[in-house]
Nanobody
Framework: QVTLVQSEGGSVQAGGSLRLSCAAT????????MGWFRQAPGKEREFVAA????????YYEDSVKGRFAVSRDIAKNTVDLQMHGLRPEDTAVYYC??????????????????WGQGTRVTVSS
């Protein structure tokens, strides 16, 4: 069994920055992919970013490209999401997720095996 523990989110003004962290514990081998999703009020959960096992293996949803950066610490089994230039539309509950299977679509929720508890990010205008 794997447990994903997320750091707290926060509230910032538009243009501000936040960093989210997530640690995976409970399994001896590391995930193929660790990702971030978010769910805004009244909307479905959507893909934000994901990272594979090498530094250049990253994926982003179009609206966050150039503003968010996902990174993994393979040794510590953690994944971070550094968010800059936050906008009110980034307001959501953010979830980290871990996938232990190869050759999946990292942008799909169904590809992930374990999920964090969610953390709220609020961006005010």
């Amino acid at each position: 069994q794997v447990t994903l523990v997320q750091s707290e989110g926060g509230s910032v003004q538009a243009g501000g920055s936040l960093r989210l962290s997530c640690a995976a514990t409970g399994r001896t081998f590391r995930p193929e992919t660790m990702g971030w999703f978010r769910q805004a009020p009244g909307k479905e959960r959507e893909f934000v970013a994901a990272a594979g096992e090498i530094a250049t293996d990253t994926y982003y949803e179009d609206s966050v490209k150039g503003r968010f950066a996902v990174s993994r610490d393979i040794a510590k089994n953690t994944v971070d999401l550094q968010m800059h230039g936050l906008r009110p539309e980034d307001t959501a509950v953010y979830y980290c997720a871990a996938n232990y299977k190869p050759f999946v679509d990292v942008r799909m929720e169904a590809s992930y095996d374990y999920w964090g508890q969610g953390t709220r990010v609020t961006v005010s205008s």
